[in-house]
């Protein structure tokens, strides 16, 4: 069950990002797909091989005419369209899928604020703190003068005096 609401705060953490892998995903598969297809189809040779020259030659011509978009829903090169399609799809899901489990939180105290007083709950923080006077440790957190017993205390953090 745990793992089920990590997964779902991910989702939700990271919304605006999935949206915009997915039109992302749209214009690559539009832009890239398409001509990789046709020109591959174009530059096997009768003989069954694969010219590589003449796919470097007439990629980037492809790309750029847009009209590819078009005539790689003919027969001669659908099914070379949906075999890249479907590769290229598998690689983005594989990359996109990467980035959003590095993205994940990293424990329970990630992206808390540092040198808050968010570690106490309710005011348990004033069992050993003032809230009215003394040494100025944060915002409505003093160490008291008045208060018996040992006062060493180590602040870790900044120190802004102007």
């Given at each position: 069950?745990?793992?089920?609401?990590?997964?779902?705060?991910?989702?939700?953490?990271?919304?605006?990002?999935?949206?915009?892998?997915?039109?992302?995903?749209?214009?690559?598969?539009?832009?890239?797909?398409?001509?990789?297809?046709?020109?591959?189809?174009?530059?096997?040779?009768?003989?069954?091989?694969?010219?590589?020259?003449?796919?470097?030659?007439?990629?980037?011509?492809?790309?750029?005419?847009?009209?590819?978009i078009f005539q790689v829903f003919s027969?001669?090169?659908?099914?070379?369209?949906?075999?890249?399609?479907?590769?290229?799809?598998?690689?983005?899901?594989?990359?996109?899928?990467?980035?959003?489990?590095?993205?994940?939180?990293?424990?329970?105290?990630?992206?808390?604020?540092?040198?808050?007083?968010?570690?106490?709950?309710?005011?348990?923080?004033?069992?050993?703190?003032?809230?009215?006077?003394?040494?100025?440790?944060?915002?409505?957190?003093?160490?008291?003068l008045n208060k018996r017993g040992n006062?060493?205390?180590l602040i870790v953090g900044r120190f802004?005096?102007?």
């Amino acid at each position: 069950m745990k793992t089920v609401e990590k997964i779902k705060s991910g989702v939700k953490a990271n919304k605006k990002y999935l949206i915009i892998m997915i039109v992302l995903w749209i214009i690559l598969s539009i832009v890239l797909v398409a001509p990789i297809a046709q020109t591959a189809v174009d530059s096997m040779l009768p003989n069954g091989q694969f010219d590589l020259t003449n796919f470097i030659e007439e990629i980037i011509i492809n790309i750029t005419s847009f009209t590819s978009i078009f005539q790689v829903f003919s027969a001669k090169y659908i099914g070379t369209f949906f075999t890249i399609f479907l590769v290229f799809t598998i690689f983005f899901a594989f990359c996109a899928i990467t980035g959003f489990l590095k993205s994940k939180a990293h424990g329970e105290y990630y992206d808390i604020e540092h040198g808050s007083s968010d570690w106490s709950e309710k005011g348990e923080q004033y069992r050993v703190l003032s809230k009215d006077s003394g040494i100025i440790l944060a915002e409505d957190n003093y160490l008291p003068l008045n208060k018996r017993g040992n006062l060493n205390t180590l602040i870790v953090g900044r120190f802004w005096f102007w």
